[in-house]
């Protein structure tokens, strides 16, 4: 599902962001990604959309070869990989539905069936009361709430999330996880950046440790199918 082969990322400018990084993660798990700031989490999860690309190696998700899709192809890649942020990135002047109306529109999903996939994504993140809302009348954990709901309103096999409970408290960030796992037990692969190590102890899924562009630590496949 996502497999990384070698892969080395080196930004313009020289630092060498990732380094011949190699790993696995099957359909279905739910994977942390940890280290210290600047270790190059959000670099490896930019090169999953094709946000980045590598400077070597080979990725392949969903059994596409990122270096084989053309540029064309990049945007039916995209809805298959839903993006959450830590700053949610929700466009200010839209409401909650129009938000996570976007990724189907950009998509250029039929008007009639959008209403009701929206309705579908804001439910499951508990949130149907709040479509009428602007996103600086709701709280943190909220706005992130509609970020998840835009990431997976296109239905993607794999949710991608940079550190999503960066500016939650602790309560707030179970919840968040709470909805990742969720997604996780119908199926979708989910892979988390974070550097919350007693969050992600508890939770007791396999991680990943980043340190320096290069792969530290893997906890193997604890927590695989429930
Ligand atoms: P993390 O998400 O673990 O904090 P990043 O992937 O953001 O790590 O960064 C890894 C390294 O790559 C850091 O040294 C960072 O400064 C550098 N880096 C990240 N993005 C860019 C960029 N667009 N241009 C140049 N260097 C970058
Ligand atoms: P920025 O230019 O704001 O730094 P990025 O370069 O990270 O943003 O991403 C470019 C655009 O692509 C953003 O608007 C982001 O919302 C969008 N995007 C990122 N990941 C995905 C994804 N998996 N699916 C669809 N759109 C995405």
Do not use: C, W
């Amino acid at each position: 599902m996502i497999f990384f082969d070698s892969v080395s990322k080196q930004y313009p400018g020289g630092h060498e962001a990732l380094r011949s990084l190699s790993f696995q993660v099957d359909r279905g798990e739910m994977v942390f990604l940890t280290g210290h700031s600047g270790a190059g989490k959000s670099t490896l999860l930019k090169l999953i959309p094709v946000l980045e690309r590598p400077s070597r190696g080979q990725i392949v998700i969903n059994g596409i070869n990122l270096n084989r899709l053309s540029s064309r192809r990049i945007p039916y890649l995209r809805r298959r990989v839903g993006m959450i942020f830590q700053d949610h990135r929700l466009l200010h002047d839209r409401t909650v539905y129009h938000n996570v109306a976007l990724p189907l529109v950009i998509a250029g999903v039929p008007h009639r069936d959008i209403g009701r996939r929206v309705r579908a994504a804001l439910d499951k993140v508990s949130l149907l009361h709040r479509e009428t809302a602007y996103p600086v009348t709701l709280s943190g954990g909220e706005q992130q709430r509609v970020g998840i709901a835009r990431a997976v309103v296109t239905r993607p096999p794999i949710l991608l999330a940079d550190e999503p409970t960066g500016n939650l408290d602790p309560e707030l960030s179970e919840e968040i996880m709470g909805l990742f796992e969720a997604f996780n037990r119908v199926g979708v692969t989910v892979l988390i950046a974070s550097h919350d190590l007693d969050l992600i102890r508890r939770l007791g899924h396999r991680y990943l440790s980043l340190g320096d562009g290069q792969l530290t630590a893997d906890s193997g496949r604890a927590g695989r199918g429930g």
